[in-house]
Every structure is written in structure tokens, then in C-alpha cells.
DNA sequence: ACCAACGGGACTGCCCGTTATT
DNA sequence: AATAACGGGCAGTCCCGTTGGT
């Protein structure tokens, strides 16, 4: 066949990309199986792995994509911020993010290798909480550290939440609740004054 | 092997049980083969499925357990005491409830049987709510079931940040910070009547 | 447990042959499993091997009380006879007939060793013949051993027939065809004399 | 490796066919193991179950074709002559036929479905013989359905015979024994004249 | 005499990735 | 670029027969 042009083929390993992370999501890791992928993908093996070296990197490369999207937005707006948002991604990306929490803990080799990258998430948002409470919105009689990992337990069960599907409509209630919690309580300072 | 005392066997379900969790807790469900579990239980194929029909069992027998022990502390002290006794917990146990949340996620039928049980502890740690409310000593300016859900995203966050192996000192601290946050605060009140 | 009275004790290897052959007919060699045998005789695999060494010898009981028994009846009245019994016969000696032809064709060492229990029958069933034909009341115009290969066709297609379980209600006007064709017909002679 | 002009698949597929039979014949369907096929056909399992789904679909496509085959023959020449076509037949044919006749015994699901071919294969010869009996050539004194049974008594009695592998040279007595049974006798007629 | 715990071999079928062919 | 044929490893499961203990 003749050799596609350039865009075509970015295309082309786009529409491999997505269909893959629909499979991945739903049936997990090992249940993607290569004969699932291709019945996603409407690809062959052959296809597939003329665009991917193997599954494996299939992967990573998903997985690669969400961990920059999701330190764009916390590096644009916060934790909350990207938790707010969490309900609008597809269904695919908490399925994936949920299988490199998997494999963090499964592959010690994929854990070192990741672990930067959410160091990296941790350290923007935790910037941002000590710049905030400078700036007197955010408390500041907890450590800023406290808070980041605070809301990334928060996070990270608000992923485990939705990806189980399970519909629930107060997740907003719940997230004023938390911004509430983090954000600097006046009465607070009024409470330390009478003291 | 003749027919042992009931006790003897039950040991015998119990270390194999045992074995499996290590071995599902560091390999993922799909990553603990027969071959693994042979090899962690000490035992044969042949012994390891005579106690449990297939894999499949042997893995719902260890969920139930943990979802059997796991509301009982909920019943006994609530959501943030099951929380601070989560590190205390073996490694075996957050790998056993990830894998839970998998399957939660990837198979529906294994959802619709299990909500269930999650739903009574979810109920279980409503009424402890409630009752809090009404002695006064928990918040009532947000809904019983809004908190319910808060405490259970960072419970499951908090699994999901302690199975993934990361020493974390200031998991204490968190706790503190959720335990204040559903507590009444008497700052509250006086705002209000301020107001 | 005490030792029980020899004739218990054949009660039992009895009870066992008579479950086997159950199985045996039922399902097949390879499909009357141990775990098959145990649920047909009610005791475990123990007492089974306890009586006979393997499932092959087990096997090899039913099929040489079988073969004694159809000896015997071909001594006694002919092949045809023979045929005329069959319906009556439980299903479970065309069962293990049939396992036991398989096995013929199969295995070469049980087929030598078989061997001589056929030639036995074919030879009594051709004595037989060769009388009759002397006394007059079976066709001489056909060799006799081609009329015992002849009977014994019509005799294994009529096991195979009846185990497959299709009913059928002319088996008996067969039989009887059978009988004149090999009877010595009169209207031969004649023809003969003519000629 | 790509996708092959039609008929070097086809051509695969049969030569896959072709070992498989010889498997079935000599070790029987249980004994066939893939093991057995792997060997028989010089192929990995990768290959033979890219061309059958299971073991069982590769052994009902050959059952199907000689099903088909004999068939034809009854169509074309009767049940004598395909009894008479029967020691041509390879060794691999009378194998598989019989674990037909097995599974015909012991999986009532089986029967049902093959029992329609049998059926057709049954009506053709009945038909055959009822115009023959109205041309004269075949004996009327006994009903067709009668001597269709008969027939095919011997028929599937020769299978089991030369199955088995016994050597047998008077065969063909044997069968021209069969073919003046089911012939009409001239002599009938005159018996029945003079009386 | 009987039972169940157990060993370990072998089964089928699926897996992923490679390769020969369009 | 894409396909489908293919290899070979290994998964879970079931098999049969043995053994230790009542």
C-alpha cells in the first residue's frame, strides 16, 4: 500500500489511541486483550502494532497524555479546580487512571519510572497553596502540604467514585464542602483572637 | 489424607487464604497465576482446589472477609476510625480491596452483588452520623449523607495512596484536618448569630 | 472400620461394577470421570480404588463379566439368539460393548488381548453352524464362517443400533429376515434340481 | 503472514482436515490430543485454532463432510454399494464415523442435531428400494423400511468390523450373501404358485 | 473399609507479538 | 500500510491415583 500522508497517519494512531482507551477502561489492563483492541479499533493486529511497539506502550502512551492534561489543569486552576472537572472527562480517562494506580502498585519499575510525574503534580499544587495562603484565601494553620495531600486523597477517591459509575449527585455539595474546608475560615481568626 | 478435625482443615482454608491475599495484593488479580499461588501457599493445584472451586472463589472468599471486617469497624467507630486504622491494616488487604474496586469497575454483575454490602455500610455510617448531629458533636449545616460521601472519597483515596506503597508521615495530620472538618465548630454558631 | 463379611464385601465390589457400568454407558470412558463414579456409587474415591486397582481394571471387570455372559448365551443358542436379547439387555451393556470396541480399534495391546475372547464366540457360534448345516436346517450353500462374519455384522450393527437409543420397532421382522436368509430354504433345492 | 490467494487457505484448511482425521481415527477424540494434532499436522495450535474455532468444530467439520459424502454414495448406488465402497474408505473415515456413533450415544444435544442426516440418509435408501421393489428387482414379501433396517444393521456392524482393523478377506461373500437377501427370488414366486 | 487431603501431570484454549504476503 | 497466518508460551482447570489418618 502506498505510504499515507503524514496527517492521515497521526490520525490514524489518534483513532487507535481512543478506541484503546475505551477498551482499557472497560475491561481493565489485561482484559483489553489485542483480539478486544482490534475489534475496537477496526484494525488489525498488524495495524496496531505498526503504530505501537506492543500493548504495553499502547498504554503508556495514554496514560502519558492524561498525567499532561491533568498537570495542565492543576497548574492552571488547583486540585478543586480538576476535580470539578472530573465529572466532564469520559468515562475512558478514569479507566485508564485507574489502571496506572494499578500498575503503581503492582510494578515497582513502572512506580519509580511514574512517580515523577506525580511528583511533579504535587509539587504545582502545593505552590499554589502556599502563594494562596500568602495571599490570605487559603488557611493557613494547616501545613500546605497537609492540604495537598488532603485533596489528593479526595482526588483520588472522587476517580475510584466515578469510575464505578455509580450516579451521585451530591459530588458538588461535596466539593464546596472541601473548598470550604481548605479555603481561609474568618471566624477562625476571630476564634484566636478571643483566645 | 484422611478427614481431619474441622479445626485442622480450617487452618488449612485459613493459611491458604492467607497466601493468596499476599499474592494477590502484590500481583493484581491476573498477575496472581495458579503457578503464584502454588508457590506462596506452599501447596499443589490439586490441594489449593480441593478448598475453593477456581481462582475466582478463593478471591471472593478473601473480599468477603475484608468487606465483613471492614464494616465492623464502621459499625464500631465510624468511617474516620476505620480511616486511622487503614495503615495498621496489611499491604494484603488494600491490594484485595483495589482489586475489589476493579472488578467494580470492569464487571456489572460483580457491581449489582456487591453494592449491596457497600450500601450498608454507607447506611451504617449515615445513622452514626445522624445521631452525631442530633448529640451535637458533628455538623449540621451540611447534609448527614453529603459527609457520608466526603468521608468515604477520602477513605478510598486513602487506600488507594496507601497501596500504592508510599511511606507518608502526615496521613495523621489529614486525618485531623477531616475529623475538624466534620465536626461541629462552635466558630459556626457564633457567625450565625452575628449574622 | 472392622473387615466386613466376604459376602458384604462382594456386595460392595458388585454395587461398584453395577455404578461403573451406569457411567461407563452414560458417558463414555474418558467421560465417567473418578469424580463421575463417585457421585454414581455413593462412596468416594477411596473405597473405589480400595476394590479395584484403576479405572482401567474397573472397566476391564465389566467388559469380561460381559463377554462371559454373551458367551454364554451364543453357546447356548446361537448368535441370533444372541441378537434377540439385546432390547432386553440394560443399556449399559451396550454401553460398555461399544467402549469396548472402541478401545479395540484404539489401543493394539487390548486388542490382542481381547482377540482371543472374539475368536472363542466366532468359533462356538461356526461349530454351531456346521452342525446345523450337517442336520440340515442351515443353508449350505454359503460357507459357514461366512455366515457367522454375516451374523455377527448384523449383531454389532444391532449394538450400535439399540445403544444409540432410537427406538424402533421392526428390530423383530429384521430378525426374523435374518433367520430365513440364513435357514436352509427349500426352494433352493429345488432350483437346483432343475437346473 | 498475509492474507493467501482463497484456495492456498482453502488448501491449508483441508490438509489440517486431513491430519486431523488420521488423529481421530487412530487415537480417538479424547485421544487426539492437541498435543496429537500439532504433531499429525506439523502446525502450532496458533495455527490450527486460527482455522477452527475448538477441537470440537474441527471434528464436526469432518463429520459433516463424510456425512455429506456417504451420502452421495447412498444417493447414487444404494446402501449395498456403499457397504461394497466401505474398505476403500482410509482407516481415517470408519475412525471418525465412529466417534460419531459415540457421541450420537452419549450427547442427547448431538442426536438431535444429526439425527435429521441420518434421517435423509435413511429415506433416500428407502426410496431406492421401494422402486426397485415395484421394478421387480428387489423382493416384496418384506417391507421396505424393513430391509432399510437391515441394511443399514450391516452397514454400520461392517463399520465396527473393519474399524477395528480386523483383516477380512470373505467380505465380500459376505455382502453378495447380503444383496441376494434383499434381491427378488424367483423362487418365491414359484413357492408361492404352488401352494 | 472408608474417606478426604493432596500431588502433579496434562488438558484445551487464549494470549501477545512476529512474519510472510499483498 | 495493512492483513491474516502463525508460533509457542502459559493460563486455569480437571484429571487420576496415592497417602495419611479415622
Redesign the interface.
Known amino acids: 500500500m502506498p505510504r499515507l500522508r503524514p496527517e492521515t497517519v497521526d490520525a490514524r494512531r489518534t483513532a487507535i489511541l481512543a478506541a484503546a482507551r475505551r477498551a482499557f477502561a ?3 489492563y ?2 483489553a486483550t489485542v483480539r478486544v483492541l482490534e475489534a475496537e479499533t477496526g484494525l488489525s493486529r498488524g495495524a496496531i502494532f505498526h503504530h505501537f511497539r506492543d500493548k504495553e506502550s499502547l498504554f503508556l502512551a495514554l496514560a502519558e497524555s492524561d498525567a499532561r492534561a491533568t498537570a495542565a489543569v492543576v497548574d492552571g486552576g488547583g486540585l478543586i479546580e480538576a476535580m470539578r472537572r472530573l465529572p466532564e472527562r469520559d468515562a475512558g480517562w478514569l ?1 485508564v487512571s ?1 489502571e496506572v ?2 500498575r ?3 510494578e515497582p519499575a513502572f ?1 519509580d519510572e511514574w512517580q515523577r510525574r506525580l511528583d511533579s503534580i504535587r509539587q504545582s499544587a502545593e505552590h499554589r497553596l502556599v502563594s494562596a495562603q500568602h495571599g490570605g484565601t487559603v488557611r493557613d494553620d ?2 500546605a ?3 495537598v ?2 485533596l ?7 476517580v ?2 466515578l ?3 455509580t450516579p ?1 449527585a ?2 458538588d ?2 466539593l464546596d ?2 473548598e470550604r ?1 481548605v479555603r481561609k ?4 481568626d ?2 484566636r483572637e478571643q483566645s
Open positions: 472497560r475491561y481493565g489485561e482484559g479507566g485507574l494506580s494499578r503503581l502498585r503492582t512506580r494547616v501545613a502540604s497537609t492540604l495531600t488532603f489528593r486523597l479526595v482526588h483520588d477517591g472522587l475510584v467514585h469510575a464505578a459509575g451521585d451530591d459530588i455539595a461535596v464542602l472541601v474546608t475560615d474568618p471566624c477562625a476571630l476564634q
